[in-house]
Every structure is written in structure tokens, then in C-alpha cells.
């Protein structure tokens, strides 16, 4: 009993000797302050599973030529922005040309001897065989002319339509021919992003569904239709092509690499404004208010929602977390919540 008596009295000594020297405790040091909380909400979202894609034109194509020659003129270089119908390339088609030549003279001569025989004809010094033959060798020679004049108009290759040269895969005096290419071509103006899909996400995606596709180099999302689905797997890889039109944005460009976020399942998150979070480091922490005091909470995070982020740990549905001047406050500081 003596001992617990002097125990006592030892404490209201220390007790007042830190009142003597100003001392006082921290509820009466710190001021309260005001500040704005909001509760940490479970909200349903959509699980969804990335893709890796590349953006490409809707239209682009593989320029080769028609007919076989030596390459006289390479008009373009890639960069390079054509019109529908002008010249890219030109080659050199003496043989062709030759053929036009001598199509030409047949057509000539075929239509000097269907003169004559409508003269013959007149006075009776012919047969109307000899006239009908000479009649069909005119059509004859005037469609083989037709066909020399075609095949020399393909010694001249034309753009098929507005765009810009991507590729460059031929040069002056390489030998020309059907199958080999020249050039390849896209649109840039009309967009989509192309992406493999794995079987197991293949019935999570309809076509005329509007996903989300993500480009690093653009500030936010994109809104992408899907246009297209193969029928068939790729032997291979054993994945689906996946074919999503683009909306016109600045800064999307044919190559770029992006991901496509295919819905999978619907979930609950727990979520806090993401102005509550605040980072020092490796650590991420909020303060949440409990009997009018801020509490520091170590807390780990996840996805960014918008304006909002999920957390992984450290909270509880409803604890009221200070969105304003979380910076400011230190550990145990009395605060004044407001909503």
C-alpha cells in the first residue's frame, strides 16, 4: 500500500512539473482543423483483360505491276502522301509496245480490204462470204489492238487510291513483274486496331461491341466497334484476328501499339477518392477519421478508376477517408469531419 501511494504521488509530480514547464498534452497543442472525408465505397466494375494490338489502316494495299519490264522511273519514297491515280513508277515495255505497233498495222490493212470488199460487193464481183470474213478480221484485229493498248497502259502503275507510300520495295532497273511487289500503300485517314485473340476470351467479345482500346501515346481510352472476327484460329498461335474500327483522334498513327480491355466478369471494388492517397516513397497511406482524430492507415492500391482508385488492403467499406489537405495532417491530429 505504501508503495502504490508513493507510485501515485510520483506520477501527479511529473504531471505537474510539465505543466510548470508548458508542457501540455497533444489535444492541447494541436488545433483542430476542418476537413472534407468520404467513405470508402464497394462499387461494381467490369473485370476486364488486356490484348496487345497494333493500330493499321482499313485500307491499305501491295502495289505490283501487271506486266513484266524493267523498272524506268520510281516516282515515290515513303512519307510520301499520293492521290488516287497518279504515277508511282514506270516501266519500260519495248516489247509491248511492239505489239501495239503491229496491231496497229493489221487493223489497217484488215480495214483497206473491207473496203474493197463493199466495193466488189456493189458491183457483184464478190460473195457475201468474202465480205463477212473480211468484216471479222476487222473486229479481230481491232480487239488485239484494244488488248496492246490495255497492256501498255499498265506500264504506267497509279496509286488505286488516296494515301501514303509506307514502304519502298523496288528501285530503277529491277526487273518488274506480276507477283513481285513495288511499293506498298496505306489510308491513314480510316483506322482500326487488330488484335489476336486467346479462345478462352473469344465469346466475351460481340461483333458491334464497343471496347476500349489504349494507345500510350493518346491521354485517355479510345471507343472501338468491333468489326470484324475470323471464323477460324490461326494454326499456329490457336488465336482469333480481332478487327475494331477506330474514331479519329490526333496522334493515332498506322503501327502504333496499343491494348484492347476484353470485359471477362462483373466485380465489387473497394474505392477512395484518389486524392486521399498519399505517397512517400514505396509507401501509399490515407487518414482516416475516428473520434475526431486523423488516423494514418497504411494501404496498398490497384486499378485507377477516373477520379477514384481501388484498394487492395488496409481499409473497410464505410471508414470515412479525408479527401482535403491529407498532406497536412500528422498521425492522432484532431480534425472536425465534414461530408
Given at each position: 500500500?505504501?508503495?502504490?501511494?508513493?507510485?501515485?504521488?510520483?506520477?501527479?509530480?511529473?504531471?505537474?512539473?510539465?505543466?510548470?514547464?508548458?508542457?501540455?498534452?497533444?489535444?492541447?497543442?494541436?488545433?483542430?482543423?476542418?476537413?472534407?472525408?468520404?467513405?470508402?465505397?464497394?462499387?461494381?466494375?467490369?473485370?476486364?483483360?488486356?490484348?496487345?494490338?497494333?493500330?493499321?489502316?482499313?485500307?491499305?494495299?501491295?502495289?505490283?505491276?501487271?506486266?513484266?519490264?524493267?523498272?524506268?522511273?520510281?516516282?515515290?519514297?515513303?512519307?510520301?502522301?499520293?492521290?488516287?491515280?497518279?504515277?508511282?513508277?514506270?516501266?519500260?515495255?519495248?516489247?509491248?509496245?511492239?505489239?501495239?505497233?503491229?496491231?496497229?498495222?493489221?487493223?489497217?490493212?484488215?480495214?483497206?480490204?473491207?473496203?474493197?470488199?463493199?466495193?466488189?460487193?456493189?458491183?457483184?464481183?464478190?460473195?457475201?462470204?468474202?465480205?463477212?470474213?473480211?468484216?471479222?478480221?476487222?473486229?479481230?484485229?481491232?480487239?488485239?489492238?484494244?488488248?496492246?493498248?490495255?497492256?501498255?497502259?499498265?506500264?504506267?502503275?497509279?496509286?488505286?487510291?488516296?494515301?501514303?507510300?509506307?514502304?519502298?520495295?523496288?528501285?530503277?532497273?529491277?526487273?518488274?513483274?506480276?507477283?513481285?511487289?513495288?511499293?506498298?500503300?496505306?489510308?491513314?485517314?480510316?483506322?482500326?486496331?487488330?488484335?489476336?485473340?486467346?479462345?478462352?476470351?473469344?465469346?466475351?467479345?460481340?461483333?458491334?461491341?464497343?471496347?476500349?482500346?489504349?494507345?500510350?501515346?493518346?491521354?485517355?481510352?479510345?471507343?472501338?466497334?468491333?468489326?470484324?472476327?475470323?471464323?477460324?484460329?490461326?494454326?499456329?498461335?490457336?488465336?482469333?484476328?480481332?478487327?475494331?474500327?477506330?474514331?479519329?483522334?490526333?496522334?493515332?498513327?498506322?503501327?502504333?501499339?496499343?491494348?484492347?480491355?476484353?470485359?471477362?466478369?462483373?466485380?465489387?471494388?473497394?474505392?477512395?477518392?484518389?486524392?486521399?492517397?498519399?505517397?512517400?516513397?514505396?509507401?501509399?497511406?490515407?487518414?482516416?477519421?475516428?473520434?475526431?482524430?486523423?488516423?494514418?492507415?497504411?494501404?496498398?492500391?490497384?486499378?485507377?478508376?477516373?477520379?477514384?482508385?481501388?484498394?487492395?488492403?488496409?481499409?473497410?467499406?464505410?471508414?470515412?477517408?479525408?479527401?482535403?489537405?491529407?498532406?497536412?495532417?500528422?498521425?492522432?491530429?484532431?480534425v472536425t469531419a465534414q461530408p
Open positions: 500500500m505504501k508503495s502504490l501511494t508513493s507510485l501515485s504521488l510520483a506520477v501527479l509530480l511529473a504531471c505537474s512539473c510539465h505543466q510548470k514547464d508548458g508542457i501540455a498534452p497533444r489535444e492541447a497543442s494541436t488545433p483542430a482543423i476542418a476537413v472534407k472525408t468520404a467513405p470508402a465505397t464497394l462499387e461494381a466494375h467490369q473485370a476486364t483483360e488486356d490484348v496487345v494490338g497494333t493500330v493499321r489502316s482499313k485500307l491499305r494495299a501491295v502495289i505490283e505491276a501487271k506486266v513484266s519490264g524493267r523498272l524506268l522511273q520510281y516516282l515515290v519514297a515513303p512519307g510520301q502522301i499520293v492521290k488516287s491515280g497518279e504515277l508511282l513508277a514506270e516501266l519500260d515495255v519495248q516489247e509491248i509496245r511492239a505489239r501495239q505497233e503491229q496491231a496497229k498495222a493489221m487493223l489497217d490493212q484488215a480495214q483497206r480490204d473491207l473496203g474493197r470488199q463493199q466495193q466488189l460487193i456493189a458491183s457483184k464481183a464478190t460473195s457475201q462470204q468474202e465480205l463477212d470474213a473480211a468484216a471479222a478480221r476487222v473486229k479481230v484485229t481491232t480487239a488485239g489492238l484494244n488488248e496492246a493498248e490495255t497492256m501498255l497502259g499498265y506500264a504506267k502503275v497509279t496509286a488505286p487510291f488516296d494515301g501514303v507510300i509506307t514502304r519502298k520495295l523496288a528501285d530503277v532497273g529491277d526487273l518488274a513483274m506480276p507477283g513481285k511487289p513495288l511499293m506498298e500503300m496505306e489510308a491513314p485517314a480510316n483506322l482500326r486496331f487488330e488484335t489476336d485473340l486467346p479462345e478462352s476470351l473469344l465469346g466475351d467479345v460481340k461483333s458491334g461491341a464497343i471496347l476500349p482500346v489504349t494507345i500510350p501515346t493518346l491521354p485517355k481510352p479510345l471507343a472501338a466497334t468491333v468489326s470484324e472476327i475470323s471464323p477460324v484460329a490461326d494454326a499456329v498461335s490457336r488465336t482469333f484476328l480481332v478487327k475494331l474500327d477506330l474514331p479519329a483522334a490526333a496522334g493515332l498513327r498506322p503501327g502504333q501499339f496499343g491494348r484492347v480491355a476484353v470485359p471477362v466478369a462483373q466485380t465489387k471494388l473497394l474505392l477512395v477518392p484518389r486524392l486521399s492517397v498519399i505517397r512517400r516513397g514505396q509507401m501509399e497511406a490515407v487518414f482516416v477519421v475516428r473520434e475526431g482524430h486523423a488516423t494514418l492507415r497504411l494501404v496498398k492500391t490497384g486499378k485507377l478508376l477516373d477520379d477514384k482508385i481501388e484498394i487492395l488492403s488496409g481499409l473497410e467499406p464505410g471508414d470515412p477517408v479525408v479527401t482535403s489537405d491529407a498532406t497536412h495532417l500528422t498521425d492522432g491530429q484532431p
